[in-house]
T-cell receptor, first 111, second 114 residues
């Protein structure tokens, strides 16, 4: 079953609005990764977070890892139509060499 | 950057036949590769971990005899869907990591069993 939960499932925004997707795990994670999958494409790695409370930025994207390393978020400022796609988080537990994906958040941006 | 090549991209087969999907790391060696399955509009479900030179590790609920995995070299892992049925129709995708950072995914294989 799902080991990493992600919300919301869908998000429709007007271009220029902000967007946030959240990931939650019932267990402490070693690290968490974020991926973007465009319609018809395959997941593309965005970033990895390792440290408790870590915050990383990539242009308009801000990634956070919770203090307890059980949750994470991806925030997009001023969305653009090129941001359309499904965003997945993938968490890895300690002592496990594999990642489990969240259910994904599908983002649609209206021009 | 690291590239993972997956073939075929699409395959249609008849029920009862077997289909082999290849996953290659082109510019790095991968002792471990991962196989996922993705249903329409759903997330990626980890099926198994492919280990070079040893048996694959399957996730709970995944039939070992149904989904045969072979990882004979440091750059190639194969997934064979045996005696395919329509319910096996799905998007299969592999991934591998060139290092400590993120995993690189293949382009996926769309399997349709008729």
């Amino acid at each position: 079953g799902q080991q990493v939960m992600q919300i919301p499932q869908y998000q429709h925004v007007q271009e220029g609005e902000d967007f946030t997707t959240y990931c939650n795990s019932s267990t402490t994670l070693s690290n968490i990764q974020w991926y973007k999958q465009r319609p018809g494409g395959h997941p593309v790695f965005l970033i990895q977070l390792v440290k408790s409370g870590e915050v990383k930025k990539q242009k308009r994207l801000t990634f956070q890892f919770g203090e307890a390393k059980k949750n994470s978020s991806l925030h997009i400022t001023a969305t653009q139509t090129t941001d359309v796609g499904t965003y997945f988080c993938a968490g890895r537990k300690y002592n496990f060499n594999k990642f489990y994906f969240g259910s994904g958040t599908k983002l649609n941006v209206k021009p | 950057g690291a590239v993972v090549s997956q073939h075929p991209s699409r395959v249609i087969c008849k029920s009862g036949t077997s289909v082999k999907i290849e996953c290659r790391s082109l510019d790095f060696q991968a002792t471990t590769m991962f196989w996922y399955r993705q249903f329409p509009k759903q997330s990626l479900m980890l099926m198994a971990t492919s280990n070079e030179g040893s048996k694959a590790t399957y996730e709970q609920g995944v039939e070992k005899d149904k989904f045969l995995i072979n990882h004979a070299s440091l750059t190639l892992s194969t997934l064979t869907v045996t005696s395919a049925h329509p319910e096996d129709s799905s998007f299969y995708i592999c991934s591998a990591s060139p290092g400590e950072s993120g995993y690189t995914f293949g382009s996926g294989t769309r399997l349709t069993v008729v």
